[in-house]
């Protein structure tokens, strides 16, 4: 069995979901519910030994606590920074592979991560999971956990696939419903909702209104 952490890089909830146009405060609250979510989701997911939550979020962190995560304090100077924040805390653990989950991506479930890891098929291997408009990386998969340098900043997960390719050849593009719904204006949030896949975590979203 592979030892696999899953890194999850955190915005601070004030600054993060610009695109969602709701209040302040209701944002920072779906953040904090997301993020809960997620992490529980990774928590139950018996293939995942261990968490890393790399953020400079003091609310982010906590809840990070809950669920035994190890924290990685970083500045904000982006989503690849904060990887390799984690990657170099990584490195020395002999861990065989890493997962790169957003926090954004709560519906997701322990089986679907189940799913994605059974997809592993080599020991050198990258695993990509699209965004729903395929223009981002909701899930990414590095054997050995430090196969790639990360590239999240342009957005696209053409990317992602530019980097992976310089270093294996066994790439492979999961399709996983539930991990492709990133929610990230008040439209992925509908859609969600109307989907209800996640009936608690819906309600608890629904009373931020």
């Not at 890393?52 to 304090?73: H, M, N, W, Y």
């Not at 590239?151 to 990317?159: A, E, P």
């Amino acid at each position: 069995k592979l030892k696999t952490s899953a890194i999850i890089p955190v915005k601070t909830f004030s600054k993060a979901k610009k695109r969602l146009n709701l209040q302040q405060e209701c944002k920072e609250k779906i953040c904090s519910l997301m993020l809960q979510e997620v992490l529980n989701t990774i928590s139950n997911c018996k293939l995942i030994n261990k968490i890393v939550l790399v953020s400079k979020d003091e609310t982010a962190l906590k809840i990070g606590r809950q669920f035994d995560a190890i924290e990685i304090f970083d500045n904000e100077s982006g989503v690849n920074d904060a990887i390799s924040l984690a990657d170099q805390y990584l490195s020395d653990k002999k861990f065989d592979c890493s997962v790169i989950f957003p926090q954004d991506i709560p519906i997701m479930t322990s089986s679907d991560i189940d799913n994605l890891l059974g997809f592993v098929k080599s020991k050198r291997s990258v695993i990509i999971v699209p965004s729903r408009q395929f223009n981002g990386t909701n899930a990414l998969v590095r054997c050995p956990a430090d196969i790639m340098e990360t590239r999240y900043d342009r957005g696209s997960y053409t990317f992602q696939m530019d980097a992976a390719r310089t270093k294996t050849e066994n790439i492979s593009i999961a399709l996983i419903r539930r991990m492709m719904l990133d929610i990230d204006d008040e439209f992925d949030l509908a859609f969600m909702l109307k989907q209800n896949d996640k009936q608690d975590f819906c309600k608890k979203i629904e009373s931020c209104f």
